[in-house]
């Protein structure tokens, strides 16, 4: 009896996304602040974040 129930799969799981985990510290307002910029956007505070530091120019 073949019983494919259970174990390690090829190609199963999360599909890496090429992103890494990031943890640091804000001020309640700045959290707030970029919770606001994600909801009026419609995405994610993470995709919010990189879309802020992104558009970041040197001078």
């Given amino acids: 009896m073949n019983d494919n129930r259970g174990g390690a799969r090829p190609n199963s799981g999360r599909k890496c996304l090429g992103k890494v985990p990031l943890c640091s510290r804000v001020s309640e307002q700045a959290k707030e602040r970029l919770s606001l910029l994600a909801a009026k956007r419609g995405v994610s505070i993470s995709d919010m974040l990189e879309v ?8």
Avoid: T
């Avoid at 802020?52 to 001078?59: A, G, W, Y």
């Fill in 52 to 59: 802020v530091i992104n558009s970041f120019h040197l001078r």
